[in-house]
Antibody, heavy 115, light 107 residues
Framework: QVQLVESGGGVVQPGGSLRLSCAAS????????MHWVRQAPGKGLEWVAF????????YYADSVKGRFTISRDNSKNTLYLQMNSLRAEDTAVYYC????????WGQGTLVTVSS | DIQMTQSPSSLSASVGDRVTITCRAS??????LAWFQQKPGKAPKSLIY???SLQSGVPSKFSGSGSGTDFTLTISSLQPEDFATYYC?????????FGQGTKLEIK
C-alpha cells in the first residue's frame, strides 16, 4: 500500500533554511509526479510545488518561487523540498502528495519560522 | 491563475442527510478537478479525481460531477465520520489551486 512519510520539519529563524524529505514506498515512485502542499495553522490548503516523475519539469507557487526548490531521487524513492530565505508566513504543515489521480498523501511535517 | 470558489463555506446537516458542495473555477478546467476530505489534525484524504472518478477504497456514497467551470460533490446518507472539511482542487494548469474549503458540521 502507498506510504509517504515526511521528515525534516522543525523550528527555524526567519531567513534560515530547511530541507524536507518525503520517503515513498508501496508503489513505483519513479512513475509518478509528486507535489508539496502546505497548510498554515487554522487555514486552508495551499499548493506549493510539483515535479514530474523523471524530474524534467518543476513548477512553483509564486509565494515560494526563487526560495524553494523541489527535487527527487528516484534511486532512493525520496522527494525533497529545499526551503531557503524562510519567512514567518511559511509556517505550516507541509505535505507531500502524489499526482491527483493517484491520490496518496503523507501525514505532514510542521515547519515553524520564528525568532 | 485559476481561482477556485467553494460554496457554501460551512454547512450544517444531520446524520442521514444528503448534501451537495459546489466548486466553481474562474475559467474552464475541463474535468481536471479533485476533491479531498480533511478531519481535524489529520492529512487530507483523496476522494475523487477527474471530477467524477472515485479513488480506490472510497465509498460510493461520495459522488462528483461537472465539467468546465462548475462542479459538485454529493455525499449521501451522512454518517458521523463524514463530518469534516472538504476541498476542491483544479489541476488543469499551474498553480494547482485549491478552493477555500467547506466545513461540514453536525446539526
Amino acid at each position: 500500500q502507498v506510504q509517504l512519510v515526511e521528515s525534516g520539519g522543525g523550528v527555524v529563524q526567519p531567513g534560515g533554511s530547511l530541507r524536507l524529505s518525503c520517503a515513498a514506498s508501496g508503489f513505483t515512485f519513479s512513475s509518478y509526479g509528486m507535489h508539496w502542499v502546505r497548510q498554515a495553522p487554522g487555514k486552508g490548503l495551499e499548493w506549493v510545488a510539483f515535479i514530474r516523475y523523471d524530474g524534467s519539469n518543476k513548477y512553483y507557487a509564486d509565494s515560494v518561487k526563487g526560495r524553494f526548490t523541489i527535487s527527487r531521487d528516484n534511486s532512493k524513492n525520496t522527494l525533497y523540498l529545499q526551503m531557503n530565505s524562510l519567512r514567518a508566513e511559511d509556517t505550516a504543515v507541509y505535505y507531500c502528495a502524489m499526482a491527483a489521480a493517484a491520490g496518496g498523501w503523507g501525514q505532514g511535517t510542521l515547519v515553524t519560522v520564528s525568532s | 491563475d485559476i481561482q477556485m470558489t467553494q460554496s457554501p463555506s460551512s454547512l450544517s446537516a444531520s446524520v442521514g442527510d444528503r448534501v451537495t458542495i459546489t466548486c466553481r473555477a474562474s475559467q474552464g478546467i475541463s474535468n481536471y478537478l479533485a476533491w479531498f476530505q480533511q478531519k481535524p489534525g489529520k492529512a487530507p484524504k483523496s476522494l475523487i479525481y477527474a471530477a467524477s472518478s472515485l479513488q480506490s477504497g472510497v465509498p460510493s456514497k461520495f459522488s462528483g460531477s461537472g465539467s468546465g467551470t462548475d462542479f459538485t460533490l454529493t455525499i449521501s446518507s451522512l454518517q458521523p465520520e463524514d463530518f469534516a472539511t472538504y476541498y476542491c482542487q483544479q489541476y488543469n494548469s499551474y498553480p494547482h489551486s485549491f478552493g477555500q474549503g467547506t466545513k461540514l458540521e453536525i446539526k
